[in-house]
T-cell receptor, first 113, second 117 residues
Framework: DSGVTQTPKHLITATGQRVTLRCSPRSGDLSVYWYQQSLDQGLQFLIQ???????AKGNILERFSAQQFPDLHSELNLSSLELGDSALYFC????????????FGPGTRLTVL | AQSVTQLGSHVSVSEGALVLLRCNYSSSVPPYLFWYVQYPNQGLQLLLKYTSAATLVKGINGFEAEFKKSETSFHLTKPSAHMSDAAEYFC???????????????FGQGTILTVHP
């Protein structure tokens, strides 16, 4: 158990819909990262937040957005969903924003029908 | 931009045999390097990391990796495979400091390790 929690574990929805994925980092960790894992793209970095502020952005679509709240939990919002958005979404946390060990949550499996 | 190449998407070994999973990186300066393992239906677990101390890094479950700057490699090895080692393994890189790559992990495509009895 990494100490990072993600909810829900599974999510099935239809094209065009909007969903919210939630992540709680390990106690004391200030940095949260979101990654997408799909068969064709592999593991891709989406976005990083550090202590409430956006720190780095990767290949995140404009339809996707994220935020980190004062209690340090984070949410990833995915809208206007397409079939190709079906993937495993991981959240990771680290103590700081520097190249530190990132601890991964169990992931949320999103299926878009 | 940094990148990681894992040679061989599938590796099969017999129980008790040597495990060798290959990883080569591309970076203008020596980066930080990581190996993660993913068991079916689970998240990623850190096996070991290289952050510029000793070039031979020991990790959990008997795994180790050696950073070779001249070869830009960070191969993962284990002397004797166990059935429980069957999983997917990811090599990852991140920048040391500054720049747009700072902090984020760039992953290789993964290597699925199969262990035969």
């Amino acid at each position: 158990d990494s100490g990072v929690t993600q909810t829900p574990k599974h999510l099935i929805t239809a094209t065009g819909q909007r969903v919210t994925l939630r992540c709680s980092p390990r106690s004391g960790d200030l940095s949260v990262y979101w990654y997408q894992q799909s068969l064709d793209q592999g593991l891709q970095f989406l976005i990083q937040y550090y202590n409430g502020e956006e720190r780095a952005k990767g290949n995140i679509l404009e339809r996707f957005s994220a935020q980190q709240f004062p209690d340090l939990h984070s949410e990833l919002n995915l809208s206007s969903l397409e079939l190709g958005d079906s993937a495993l979404y991981f959240c990771a946390s680290s103590a700081s924003g520097t190249p530190d060990t990132q601890y991964f949550g169990p992931g949320t499996r999103l299926t878009v029908l | 931009a940094q990148s990681v190449t894992q040679l061989g998407s599938h590796v099969s070994v017999s129980e008790g045999a040597l495990v060798l999973l290959r990883c080569n990186y591309s970076s203008s300066v020596p980066p930080y390097l990581f190996w993660y393992v993913q068991y079916p239906n689970q998240g990623l677990q850190l096996l070991l990391k290289y952050t510029s101390a000793a070039t031979l890094v020991k990790g959990i479950n008997g795994f180790e990796a050696e950073f070779k700057k001249s070869e830009t490699s960070f191969h993962l090895t284990k002397p004797s495979a166990h059935m429980s080692d069957a999983a997917e393994y990811f090599c990852a890189v991140t920048a040391r400091a500054g720049g747009t790559s700072y902090g984020k992990l760039t992953f290789g495509q993964g290597t699925i390790l199969t262990v035969h009895p």
